[in-house]
């Protein structure tokens, strides 16, 4: 048996040859312990506390395989690439894997290879993951946004409830619950519906010192971000609400000589993705304007500020994304863009994409009869899907459409792919018989079996690109040659570059209609509910920021932080300040805006500037060169 003090030492050696760190952060040497000593625990951190490394490196000093259960596939990529790159041996499952892949990831978990195994919520009921987890040692359960078991949470996944149930089936194996957003009500609810006995429960406040708010009401957006990052050469991201927002304001950047900024969203290829967070990663000054699509599972510390181009759906949203600032401790900044009519468009956008029952069970009718899938009925193909075909059928708008499509994935009815990915090939013939089929056909599918490896026997993920460069034959000949092979049922051909979905639950019009409807209907009127919220916190403008995020997660007694916009206006406008010398330091070296003046006075108030310029201008100490621009006399 090894000895409390070898074990110290094992632990810390661990954190030093995987992570390189010396020392672990807060609550984590604590919250590692309890998992050790197989203790139900309970975890509140604000994000950028370090929660990953809560149950990963438990996972390499017990025997047996971590199980995590987490609700993005999206996550569980990155956190695997993450682990397999610091030479750790970890895997995920998911509905896109096949079934040769997922029997080799069981079998590794069955010799004790891997070592943290993720899942999504919905794999816990899968007869197939039962039978196989009965063979392997499980080290406990990690449950990864425990924030979902609530129904007041902002993302409730009704399949996290399920987790209760496989745990009475596997009463030895204690469960670790992690989140970083969570009001009173919902910590309540997720000890309940995980069943955790005694939960040892480490709760950090919200509170960023370090991290400065300011929220403004402005018209001219495009201007704003590019005076903030002309005065920043430091890294930074910018959220925007569309893929069309990220490129276009990139490009307006860019063309006003800001070289260090790129876009990052959804539509792009896995490989442009990794490429530029690759950049952005190892940089010191490089600025991503990206949809909510960046930013999960991401572990750098330089990041000095976040600037919100919109509001951000709901508070739990904000919070976590202004948390990715900062995380070195050092002074980061969080700036929130709005205006008056955006608030009232985003109203229209939320109740635009929100369908009635009928139009949602007709969304749900049309993606089975188009892919003629009986009642009860489960096929096994994936199917190229065409969301401009469901549009043009339900006559009902693309943001109804896939607020739709998006519900279904996440209950996991459908697997629902709408990014851009590699192509699949499965041969549905065995290869003896290939010579049996017209010479020209033959031929061809000769070519791709000498260029994919592995397509006689299981599904294989390719690149037509790469295929193109091996045979000499372009990428748009071997798209059209594959479909024709298709057609006459020889393989399974699924285009990458198209949106695909897959059928995982039986069709059933009696759940569709009743339990699934009502669930939606619930997440809907939670999701205005947290929008509304939302407003307040933009809109009002007595309560200091911080604090308002506080009290929002439960925080008592929260005292005003004294340096976002709110505090800072107050102060000025109890005690006024005399400034007019930083002024004139700047103006000699150029003329400047109130904008420009109020960033590099490290986003001092406007309104005190402005009682700053007009002592100097009527002092003869500046002068106005046009209506917004001051200079030295």
């Not at 816990?124 to 609530?150: G, M, P």
């Not at 009642?375 to 109804?400: D, H, M, Y």
């Not at 007009?614 to 106005?624: A, N």
């Amino acid at each position: 048996m090894i000895s409390q003090q070898d074990f110290q030492e094992l632990k810390f050696k661990t954190l030093k040859h995987f992570w390189g760190y010396d020392h672990f952060r807060d609550a984590q040497e604590a919250i590692i312990d309890s998992v050790i000593n197989a203790k139900d625990t309970l975890v509140l951190l604000p994000t950028g506390a370090g929660k990953s490394l809560c149950y990963q490196l438990p996972a390499l000093l017990r025997e047996g395989t971590c199980l995590v259960i987490s609700p993005l596939l999206a996550l569980m990529k990155d956190q695997v690439n993450q682990l397999k790159a610091r030479g750790i041996e970890a895997e995920y499952l998911s509905s896109e894997l096949d079934e040769y892949d997922a029997e080799t990831i069981y079998e590794r978990c069955k010799e004790g290879l891997t070592k943290i195994l993720y899942i999504s919520p919905e794999r816990i009921t899968n007869k197939q993951f039962i039978q196989h987890i009965e063979e392997i040692t499980l080290s406990f359960i990690a449950v990864d946004e425990a924030h979902c078991i609530s129904e007041w949470g902002q993302d409730f996944r009704p399949s996290y409830q399920n987790i209760k149930e496989f745990r009475k089936n596997n009463p030895e194996i204690h469960c670790l619950a992690l989140t970083a957003t969570a009001t009173p009500k919902v910590l309540d609810e997720i000890k309940l519906k995980l069943g955790l006995e005694d939960p040892k429960v480490f709760q950090k406040s919200f509170k960023r010192d370090n991290i400065k708010i300011f929220t403004e009401e402005i018209s001219d957006k495009f201007q704003k971000v590019y005076d903030i990052l002309k005065f920043t050469n430091e890294s930074g991201i910018v959220y925007v609400r569309t893929r069309r927002e990220a490129e276009q304001l990139s490009e307006f950047l860019r063309k006003n000589q800001l070289t260090h900024v790129d876009f990052f969203h959804a539509g792009l290829t896995t490989k442009e993705k990794n490429t530029r967070q690759h950049v952005w990663n190892t940089s010191d000054n490089h600025v991503l304007i990206s949809t909510n699509a960046f930013g999960m599972g991401i572990d750098k510390d330089n990041v000095r500020f976040v600037i919100h181009y919109s509001p951000a759906p709901s508070i739990e949203n904000y919070y976590q994304e202004i948390g990715r600032s900062g995380r070195d401790g050092k002074e980061s900044f969080a700036f929130l863009l709005w205006n008056k009519q955006e608030l009232l468009n985003f109203d229209q956008i939320l109740k635009n994409q929100i369908p009635n029952k009928a139009e949602f069970l007709k969304i749900i009718s049309y993606l089975y009869s188009v892919f003629q899938v009986a009642e009860f009925e489960l096929p096994e193909r994936v199917f190229p899907l065409n969301i401009n075909g469901i549009q043009n059928f339900t006559r009902l708008s693309n943001a109804k459409i896939r607020n739709v499509l998006g519900f279904l994935h996440n209950q996991e009815i459908i697997y629902f792919n709408d990014h851009k990915s590699l192509s699949s090939l499965q041969l549905m013939m065995e290869a003896d018989e290939i010579d049996q089929i017209p010479k020209k056909d033959a031929y061809f599918l000769e070519l791709m079996l000498r260029s994919i490896s592995g397509v006689t026997t299981h599904k294989v993920m390719f690149s037509e690109q790469q295929v193109s460069g091996k045979i000499g034959v372009s990428t748009e000949l071997i798209k059209e040659r594959l479909k024709e092979l298709q057609q006459k049922g020889y393989v399974e051909y699924i285009d990458g570059a198209l949106s695909s979905v897959k059928f995982l639950k039986p069709r059933d019009e009696r759940l569709n209609s009743s339990v699934y409807w009502k669930l939606f209907e619930h997440i809907q009127k939670n999701k205005i509910q947290k929008w509304e919220e939302m407003k307040f916190f933009l809109e009002d403008s007595q309560y200091c920021k911080m604090k308002l995020i506080l009290s929002y997660f439960g925080e008592k007694n929260a005292r005003n932080c004294g340096q976002c916009s709110v505090c800072e206006k107050n102060k000025q406008s109890i005690f006024g300040k005399n400034i007019s010398n930083q002024i004139l330091n700047l103006l000699v070296k150029r003329p400047a805006t109130i904008e420009e003046l109020s960033i590099q006075l490290s986003f001092h108030s406007k309104e005190n500037i402005l009682e700053n310029l007009i002592f100097l201008l009527d002092t003869g100490k500046i002068k106005m060169l046009n209506f917004r621009t001051y200079a030295i006399a």
